[in-house]
């Protein structure tokens, strides 16, 4: 599918979660990092089906044309791909601003910062962003015109992790790798909702608020709105609010 038609396939808007002191230096060079999805908090990622992939793809010519593999020439075939998964750079997102977990995972206990990100304002960054799926099983190496295909294993995750919303963006050979982003891109920073609790904000923390008010007054962030989360009165929910 070409960039062109598949970005009018995407979200409005898509969410990124920060500790406050990572999104102080993203503000610094708005430039975002690819990460190795081998090392990423769920041991499953990047979980195949190698038995099936033998059978059903062309897989086997990594495994030396084997016609009945052993679990250990599984292994094998396992290590021989891991460089090339772990070579992949992974940018995540998300769909929401307001989930309970995702402040309290990656929001630093909701003291950190999410900004929200318009996709079709920066396609070069965003050429490769898919929604994950959630699936039961492992996925399988598909067959792409002639090359091994990798998109389903890289945009799956187990059903568990479901509640996350999230979408990728995958590109070849930037694994722990900078790329930077229009800051055009940048629609809004929200601040969690225990920005203002004194309990359990340090005067280090406070600097790096006060530090990123000071980097959204540059001319590149001019457009971008200023929330904070709120906590409804009455019920389990989150609002962000200008």
């Known amino acids: 599918m070409c960039l062109i038609y598949r970005k009018y396939l995407w979200p409005k808007s898509l969410y990124m979660y920060f500790k406050v002191e990572n999104a102080k230096l993203f503000l610094e060079k708005h430039s975002l990092k690819f990460s190795d999805p081998t090392k990423f908090n769920d041991p499953f990622e990047t979980a195949i089906d190698y038995q099936k992939s033998l059978y059903t793809t062309s897989f086997r010519k990594y495994c030396e044309r084997l016609e ?109 790798k900078i790329w930077p982003i229009n800051p055009q891109a940048i629609k809004s920073v929200i601040f969690g909702c225990n920005m203002t609790d004194y309990r359990n904000v340090d005067d280090t923390q406070l600097q790096n608020y006060l530090d990123i008010i000071e980097l959204l007054k540059r001319p590149e962030y001019k457009d971008v709105t200023i929330k904070q989360v709120q906590k409804d009165p009455f019920e389990y929910k989150l609002h962000s609010e200008e």
């Open 68 to 176: 009945k593999p052993t679990p250990k020439d599984v292994i094998n075939c396992d290590d021989s791909l891991f460089s090339f998964l772990s070579g992949i750079g992974v940018c995540c997102f998300t769909e929401s601003d307001t989930d309970i977990l995702m402040w309290a995972y990656y929001g630093e206990n909701h003291r950190g910062v999410c900004f929200e990100f318009d996709p079709k304002e920066d396609v070069y960054f965003f050429n490769g962003l898919q929604k994950v799926e959630y699936k039961p099983k492992f996925e399988t190496i598909k067959k792409c015109s002639g090359d091994l295909f990798f998109d389903d294993i890289i945009y799956s995750k187990a059903k568990c992790w479901k509640h996350e919303k999230e979408w990728r963006v995958a590109k070849e050979e930037m694994a722990d």
